[in-house]
């Protein structure tokens, strides 16, 4: 019987996220995001190279905020906290969504109905999507093409519009649950 060493996808938590200088109008959302997440490697015989990283802030379908992390990786078992900090003025305009590669859609309703759910309770439940492009390397086997999407989903974030702040509501760190498929 072969034994299987099949590399595991790396666990990807997040730590914090906060909000600054969060504005909207009837068309514009701006806010500047800063999240702390912890990116670790299970593999024993495996290392991880995260050739590119593309997150991306949404609520419900609509993207908010989008931004790149540069490469990095991680060796055996090894594991890295990350920074990310993503500013984000989102028009609602066709020419906003273009410049960032992303479909056209309707942020009008979105932040309608964002401001809305907000104004109920103080809080927006708000997802962090990942795409990643990534190689794993195993000495004697060579390496592996894998591109993953790593998604926080349903972070309650409470938001305090008049100062422009808001916090993510947490009862500690969240595992982001992980896709991934081979190439």
Same mark, same amino acid.
């Given at each position: 019987?072969?034994?299987?060493?099949?590399?595991?996808?790396?666990? @990807?938590? %997040?730590?914090?996220?906060?909000?600054?200088? !969060?504005? $909207?109008?009837? $068309?514009?959302?701006?806010?500047?995001?800063?999240?702390?997440?912890?990116?670790?490697?299970?593999?024993?015989?495996?290392?991880?190279? !995260?050739? +590119?990283?593309?997150?991306? *802030?949404?609520?419900?379908?609509?993207? /908010?905020?989008?931004?790149? @992390?540069?490469?990095?990786?991680?060796?055996?078992?090894?594991?890295?906290? *990350?920074?990310?900090? *993503?500013?984000?003025?989102?028009?609602?305009?066709?020419?906003?969504?273009?410049?960032? #590669?992303?479909?056209? /859609? =309707?942020?009008?309703? #979105? %932040?309608?109905?964002?401001?809305?759910?907000?104004?109920?309770? #103080?809080? /927006?439940?708000?997802?962090?999507?990942?795409?990643?492009?990534? $190689?794993?390397?195993?000495?004697?086997?060579?390496?592996? +093409?894998? @591109?993953?999407?790593?998604?926080?989903?349903?972070?309650? @974030?409470? %938001?305090?519009?008049? =100062?422009?702040?808001?916090?993510?509501?947490?009862?500690?760190?969240?595992?982001?649950? *992980?896709?991934?498929? $081979?190439?």
């Amino acid at each position: 019987m072969p034994l299987s060493l099949a590399p595991q996808p790396p666990n @990807v938590q %997040l730590n914090s996220l906060f909000m600054s200088k !969060f504005n $909207t109008s009837n $068309t514009t959302l701006g806010a500047n995001w800063e999240m702390s997440l912890t990116v670790e490697n299970p593999n024993l015989v495996t290392w991880v190279r !995260f050739n +590119h990283v593309r997150g991306s *802030i949404s609520y419900k379908d609509y993207f /908010v905020a989008i931004s790149s @992390v540069e490469p990095f990786e991680l060796g055996l078992k090894e594991s890295k906290m *990350i920074r990310l900090k *993503i500013s984000s003025k989102m028009t609602g305009s066709e020419e906003d969504y273009h410049r960032l #590669g992303l479909p056209v /859609v =309707i942020m009008k309703w #979105g %932040l309608d109905e964002m401001l809305s759910r907000q104004r109920e309770d #103080g809080a /927006v439940q708000f997802n962090l999507q990942m795409f990643v492009w990534a $190689t794993y390397k195993t000495g004697w086997c060579g390496e592996q +093409h894998v @591109v993953m999407s790593p998604q926080c989903l349903d972070m309650k @974030v409470e %938001l305090s519009p008049r =100062i422009g702040f808001g916090s993510w509501i947490s009862g500690g760190p969240m595992s982001c649950s *992980i896709g991934s498929c $081979t190439n």
